[in-house]
């Protein structure tokens, strides 16, 4: 009888551990291309020249699947300056996290996060921000992005409620207690999807000219339950939310309060000439069809008038308003021309 027991007791000792080890195992890496300063599944480095790099980590399986909570932070992410040539007047750094859910049914959903800094006009603007869609078997749902604070971190929740699987991002800024949620997604899924769901993930990068970044993945939880989710901003602390990030982000070469308000300036610059540029190419197309009309009449206007005057003087001076104008246009394509030869010359 006590042999049985023992024999009992060690079976359940195994059991357990065996339990354990399934749930809490280190994902296999699968693939690792290109250039890694670290390139670990929850710490990524590099700081190289305009380099490519792509990583994966498979074979972990999840009994009865509740959810999935982690969150991800980033120390660095820069690019290095811009190049002086008009073709390559921007810098970009790019990384992105994918994380692949595959159900017992077959159906792929996968949390896709891209992480970018870029730099425009040779370095005057910029902007840091962090992008989040889910794709469905494919289809594409919930994309958002919002402004990327390195004191800060961005939040992933998955989890199951009744036969929905639900996939949140919030993206934080320190300054603001609540967070402002990015990508949020419900599916309908039967229950046997979440019998067995498989876990996939890959980190990437690429990029124009130097790429700076350190990245960790961090408080994963294969086994999260829902719970309380983060308050999301209200509207007045997006408002302030926007005019905050104006101070802390964009150009490298100016104190760092000036940033974002030079990068703010520059987006209502480029509302303000979109809309102008609207206008005009409106008016534009509105008029042009109807010149060659009008310069015939104004040719025929001065001809028949000198015939009616007996004078060829109102031709003589159609004509030579015509060279005027055209002679205009000429003078202002050079003075434009010579205004970029210019701008060039000095950098």
């Known amino acids: 009888m006590e042999m049985v027991k023992i024999r009992l007791i060690l079976v359940g000792l195994v059991l357990l551990i065996a339990g354990i080890s399934f749930v809490n ?3 296999e890496q699968i693939s690792q291309t290109g250039s890694w300063q670290i390139c670990e599944r929850t710490h990524w480095k590099e ?5 490519i790099g792509f990583a994966e980590w ?3 399986t999840i009994q009865n699947f509740t959810g999935y909570y982690a ?3 980033f120390t660095e992410l820069t ?5 002086w ?3 390559e007047n921007y810098a970009q750094t790019n990384v992105y996290v994918f994380l692949n859910f595959t ?3 077959g159906t792929e959903i996968i949390l896709k996060l891209n992480f970018v800094k870029r730099l425009d006009l040779w370095g005057v603007f910029g902007k840091l921000q962090v992008g989040s869609i889910v794709t469905k078997n494919g289809t594409n749902y919930g994309f958002m992005y919002d402004t990327l604070s390195l004191v800060g971190y961005t939040e992933l929740y998955v989890y199951k409620n009744g036969e929905n699987l639900t996939l949140t991002v919030y993206n934080y800024q320190t300054m603001l207690e609540n967070a402002k949620k990015l990508t949020d997604v419900t599916f309908n899924l039967n229950e046997t999807w979440f019998n067995e769901v498989s876990f996939d993930m890959t980190v990437s990068h690429d990029g124009f000219h130097p790429q700076m970044f350190e990245g960790y993945l961090e408080n994963e939880d ?3 339950i829902i719970g309380t989710l983060p308050t999301e901003k209200t509207l007045a602390e997006n408002i302030f939310d926007v005019f905050v990030r104006g101070l802390i982000n964009s150009i490298q070469a100016i104190p760092q309060w000036l940033k974002n308000i030079s990068d703010m300036m520059f987006g209502w610059l480029s509302w303000l000439f979109g809309l102008i540029g609207d206008v005009v190419l409106g008016i534009t197309t509105t008029v042009i069809p109807f010149l060659p009309l009008l310069l015939v009449f104004y040719v025929l206007d001065a001809g028949i008038t000198s015939v009616h005057t007996g004078s060829i003087t109102p031709l003589g001076n159609c004509f030579l308003a015509l060279y005027n104008f055209v002679i205009m246009i000429i003078e202002a394509i050079v003075r434009i021309c010579h205004t970029i030869y210019a701008f060039i010359h000095f950098w």
């Open 71 to 73: 969150t991800i932070r």
């Open 79 to 83: 690019t290095g300056a811009t190049g």
């Open 222 to 224: 294969f086994s999260y």
């Open 25 to 27: 195992g280190e994902l």
């Open 47 to 51: 700081i190289q020249e305009s380099t």
């Open 85 to 87: 040539g008009f073709w």
């Open 58 to 60: 498979n074979n972990k």
């Open 103 to 105: 159900g017992s049914t």
